[in-house]
């Protein structure tokens, strides 16, 4: 299986896990919320009871609304876990208690009323009271439904879980696009398909939509040896009048690239260009179009001199169709940016061939590319001749080499 494939399966995956972090950590905080409420509503109902015989029992041992039966009231609204006041109404007037003051009771006059403004207020408890000497005597209370310090938990604890996840899908798709960024971004060609292709008869594709620059492969360039001063061989990796490989390297890169192709399944696509002009292309506009190669095609070490006129490139991870397509991009784009300079001129014609699957040789790849290239010429109609393979052909040839 293809490294990006696993990815995408590893992605996907991770998606999947992430989504049900999210909806597992909101689902477990809002249960813990509710759960919290259903609670607080039972201990309430509990502690409001509690303080109800307070206030009845308490009025027979001190009397009622004494200074005692008060501290007394104030002492188990204190140690209330969930009540915030209490109001005592009697024919004798209302009295207030609070476990915070001023906290959940406000006074009109001089009765008083319980707060609006308090956070969740839960539906007010009331009671009648039987004391003795007093007629109409009631208890009410008020308490809290959320807890707000329990809240904030639950809060904290959700959001560190979804943070989690998200940490675990950012780091997931960053290493997809590093692996992505180091692999390219073609789809390899099939193990099924190697030794199966071979040579055929040349003929013209039409040009496809324009695709984005293929991705840099991950093979080192080595620089040629420097040769011995006083012979007439090149001197370091490119050269003067393009700033691009050296004609003579072209054969030694292609099979180094092809060798890396076969061992990750991937296909290559071998592309010569040059002007069929008569007159020969000065140093001047032969950088131009240098240029515009290094600019359109990326890898500078993958691009080479081709005779006077000529432009030969490399183009991995990429296969027949596609690169037919961004060759044909690239004429567009060389009428376009440099009208000035080859107006008047014959068009950029460009032959290719590819490696389609096959433990195919260097010399064999240039001169089908060679070959394509002189069929523009033998029709002159099309700019741009693609050799296809055939694979009855080709395992002949391969037959007649061994």
């Given amino acids: 299986m293809a490294v990006s494939g696993r990815m995408s399966k590893v992605s996907s995956f991770i998606a999947t896990l992430c989504i049900m972090i999210y909806i597992v950590a909101v689902g477990f905080g809002v249960v813990r919320v509710i759960v919290d409420i259903g609670e607080r509503r039972n201990l309430a109902g509990r502690e409001f009871h509690y303080i109800a015989e307070r206030a009845s029992s308490s009025a027979v041992l001190f009397g009622f609304m004494s200074r005692e039966y008060q501290e007394t009231m104030r002492d188990a609204l204190e140690a209330s876990r969930v009540l915030l006041g209490a109001i005592i109404s009697s024919s004798s007037g209302d009295f207030a208690f609070e476990r915070f003051p001023g906290s959940s009771v406000a006074w009109v006059g001089n009765s008083p009323r319980f707060q609006t403004r308090i956070d969740f207020p839960g539906q007010p408890l009331f009671l ?133 192709c076969a061992s990750f399944e991937q296909d290559l696509t071998f592309l010569v260009m040059e002007f069929k002009c008569a007159e020969a292309i000065n140093d001047s506009l032969y950088h131009q179009f240098a240029d515009e190669a290094v600019s359109f095609f990326v890898m500078r070490d993958l691009i080479f001199e081709m005779g006077e006129k000529g432009i030969a490139v490399i183009i991995p991870s990429v296969d027949l169709d596609q690169s037919m397509a961004r060759a044909e991009e690239f004429r567009r784009q060389i009428a376009s940016r440099l009208p000035e300079s080859f107006e008047g001129r014959s068009k950029l014609f460009m032959g290719l061939s590819s490696r389609s699957g096959r433990l195919i040789e260097a010399e064999r790849l240039v001169m089908e590319a060679s070959t394509a290239l002189k069929k523009t010429q033998e029709e002159p109609v099309s700019h741009i001749v693609a050799f296809k393979s055939d694979p009855e052909k080709y395992r002949n040839f391969v037959k007649m080499r061994l």
């Fill in 128 to 260: 009648p009271l039987r004391i003795d000497g007093q007629a109409h005597v009631n208890i009410q209370a008020i308490y809290s439904i959320i807890n707000n310090a329990f809240l904030v938990r639950v809060l904290r604890d959700t959001l560190l879980a979804v943070l989690v996840a998200l940490a675990v899908a950012f780091i997931t798709l960053m290493a997809e696009l590093i692996q992505k960024n180091r692999r390219g971004y073609q789809v390899p060609a099939s193990p099924a398909a190697l030794s199966e292709t071979g040579p055929g008869p040349v003929s013209p594709q039409a040009a496809g939509e324009s695709l984005p620059p293929v991705a840099k492969p991950d093979a080192a360039v080595t620089p040629p040896p420097v040769a011995d001063e006083g012979e007439d061989t090149p001197q370091g990796l490119f050269t003067q009048r393009g700033n691009i490989g050296w004609q003579s390297y072209t054969n030694d890169r292609l099979a180094s690239e092809l060798h890396r």
